[in-house]
């Protein structure tokens, strides 16, 4: 007799179902790069526990607003490239740095990390 009242329950149901579904799923991972303000590049280090920056060398352009990151894979590590008085460490891992002078700089860890720690070095090439 009541047939209809229940097709419409369920079909609310249903509704309701497929609409928490869609708006309740974890979002998409952020992607770094395009939360940057535009002109901005990002530049990541990461240091891990074998005392090594993830790159020999990281290269910018000159006039270049860059973003420079540090990330800590494991242990705790600090980046320092002293030349330009740089210096990432503690709660301090990020820095926007416009790169004016064309040049090779050397950086290494700013943070006692270990063993390796005097042989964590890579350098930033300033094009
Ligand atoms: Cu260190």
């Given at each position: 007799?009541?047939?209809?009242?229940?097709?419409?329950?369920?079909?609310?149901?249903?509704?309701?179902?497929?609409?928490?579904?869609?708006?309740?799923?974890?979002?998409?991972?952020?992607?770094?790069?395009?939360?940057?303000?535009?002109?901005?590049?990002?530049?990541?280090?990461?240091?891990?526990?074998?005392?090594?920056?993830?790159?020999?060398?990281?290269?910018?352009?000159?006039?270049?607003?860059?973003?420079?990151?540090?990330?800590?894979?494991?242990?705790?590590?600090?980046?320092a490239i002293p030349e330009l008085g740089?210096?990432?460490?503690?709660?301090?891992?990020?820095?926007?740095?416009?790169?004016?002078?064309?040049?090779?700089?050397?950086?290494?860890?700013?943070?006692?990390?270990?063993?390796?720690?005097?042989?964590?070095?890579?350098?930033?090439?300033?094009?």
């Amino acid at each position: 007799m009541h047939k209809w009242i229940m097709f419409v329950v369920f079909a609310a149901a249903s509704l309701l179902g497929v609409y928490l579904l869609t708006t309740q799923l974890p979002g998409k991972p952020v992607d770094e790069a395009a939360s940057l303000p535009p002109g901005v590049t990002l530049m990541k280090v990461e240091a891990s526990a074998d005392f090594v920056f993830d790159q020999k060398e990281y290269k910018v352009k000159k006039g270049e607003k860059v973003k420079l990151k540090l990330i800590n894979k494991s242990g705790v590590h600090g980046l320092a490239i002293p030349e330009l008085g740089i210096e990432l460490k503690d709660d301090k891992l990020e820095q926007e740095v416009t790169f004016d002078k064309p040049g090779t700089y050397e950086m290494h860890c700013a943070v006692m990390c270990g063993v390796g720690h005097a042989n964590m070095k890579s350098v930033l090439i300033v094009e």
